[in-house]
């Protein structure tokens, strides 16, 4: 019988649980500080988007501004389909959305939380310790393992406590170098600009473009000298939605801040300026009677309409057949490329967090260290992280179910 201590009761521990009890002499030991699986519920904000449907595992793996070549062995083995092969199976039925994000038929995390608790409960050699581990040592070929109430030996570990527990800490008391840790995919401060009286207002599928240099020639510097693409929203803080979700990811590592904004041109109407300006001109042409304002605002929402005559100090009620050239001319600008200042990110909000235990020092295979033996990871808690629309979910099923396989075979 082989003793193996989970640290961490999220959904890649609880995963790897499972797998590594089915049908084996292992006795699994889940550990947690809190209340396994707590972290599922606010997940798709508590529809649980658990996975995404790109079905070709390197299409898949694209997703990861850290991780991506890493997981080509995970997803090969474990991926969207056998996600959601598996879910079926534990009596989770799912449905994909127009956007590609997949959740639950009954749009409730709460009933993914149940499924696999199921899971946990009805295999005899999985128990559940509410305890915080504090301090992992290896005397010999055992682990040692420091709980805030008791001391415990184990034959082997898995560490899967997530991107904000103390699981990095606890491996770089093993050896273990760790990727400097940082919040990624999280909503934007503008506290310079204030666009409180937008707040709520959402725009679909508009493209954005990120002004920086960066010494470091790296995936998520490579992702922002392309344009950024997606959903977009402004909230009482700033902005938000999956663009501004992916630009936070792709510039986890710059420094920005008040003094050192970050400069981001957001294309509103995803034309360019001479396509944009045609058509305004066209509309102007068409209604010279209207107030410009209201011509502006059958391209864009009323209220951003109204934003761009502001911050331009142009008078909204001006006939669109009395519009100064100029004064058009400045305005197409702006709405194809509105300069937007982010001065920092919401801190403590994120949705993810990017750095972790060095992928180096981990076998993709097995994801067992290559450092010290019978000591395995899994989920955040390793350096990767995804963008926005499952994939975060969608490491921890993977990784999860590659750690609990390895360790049911050994
Ligand atoms: C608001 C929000 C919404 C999200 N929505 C989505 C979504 O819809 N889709 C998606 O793909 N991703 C989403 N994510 C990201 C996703 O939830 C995480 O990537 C995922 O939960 C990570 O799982 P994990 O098992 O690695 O770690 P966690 O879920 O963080 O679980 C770690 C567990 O370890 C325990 N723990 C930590 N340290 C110790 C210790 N020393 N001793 C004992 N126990 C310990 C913690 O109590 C916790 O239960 C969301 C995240 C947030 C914050």
């Known amino acids: 019988m ?124 999985i128990k559940k310790i509410f305890e915080n581990v504090l301090e992992i040592k290896k005397i010999d070929n055992l682990f040692e393992l420091k709980t805030n109430k008791n001391s415990y ?34 909503s934007l401060i503008t506290k310079e600009q204030n666009f409180s009286s937008l707040s709520g207002l959402s725009l679909k599928k508009i493209t954005a473009k990120v002004d920086i240099e960066s010494k470091e020639k790296n ?21 938000s939605g999956p663009i501004v979700y992916k630009i936070s990811s792709y510039c986890a590592y710059l420094n920005f801040d008040k003094n050192n904004p970050l400069k981001i041109s957001f294309n509103f109407v995803n034309k360019n300026f001479e396509q944009f300006d045609t058509e305004f001109l066209s509309e102007l042409k068409t209604y010279p009677q209207k107030e410009s304002v209201n011509i502006l605002a059958e391209f864009l929402p009323k209220n951003l309409a109204i934003k761009i005559f502001e911050v331009l100090d142009i008078n909204p009620t001006t006939k669109a057949g009395q519009l100064t050239k100029l004064d058009r001319q400045k305005i197409s600008q702006k709405v194809t490329d509105f300069m937007i200042l982010a001065t920092g990110i919401n801190k403590g909000e994120e949705i993810v967090t990017a750095g972790g235990v060095d992928l180096k020092e981990i076998n993709p295979k097995t994801l067992e260290s290559k450092l010290v033996s019978n000591l395995y990871f899994c989920g955040e808690v390793i350096d990767i992280d995804g963008l926005t629309g499952g994939f975060n979910l969608q490491n921890c099923w993977s990784g999860g179910y590659i750690a609990g396989i390895s360790l049911q075979n050994n």
Not at 76 to 101: M, P
Not at 219 to 239: A, M, N, S
């Open 2 to 125: 082989t003793k193996i201590a989970i640290i961490g009761g999220g959904p890649a521990g609880v995963m790897c649980a499972i797998f590594a009890a089915k049908n084996s002499e292992n006795k699994v030991f889940i550990f947690d500080k809190n209340i396994i699986l707590n972290t599922l519920l606010p997940t798709g904000g508590g529809r649980c988007n658990l996975a995404n449907a790109i079905f070709d595992y390197k299409e898949l793996a694209k997703n990861y501004p850290a991780g991506e070549k890493f997981l080509y062995s995970i997803f090969s083995k474990f991926a969207t389909k056998e996600t959601l092969d598996f879910f079926e199976q534990i009596g989770v039925k799912t449905y994909t959305q127009d956007d590609g994000r997949i959740f639950p038929t009954t749009n409730s995390s709460k009933d993914v939380k149940i499924a696999l608790l199921e899971q946990i409960n009805k295999q005899k050699n």
């Open 153 to 186: 030996q184990f034959d082997k570990i898995v560490i899967s406590t997530g991107g904000r527990g103390t699981g990095q800490k606890l491996a770089k008391n093993l050896g273990h170098n760790i990727i400097e840790l940082k919040p990624a995919l999280s």
């Open 219 to 239: 995936k998520r510097y490579e992702c922002l000298k392309k344009p950024v693409k997606g959903d977009f929203l402004f909230t009482h803080k700033g902005i």
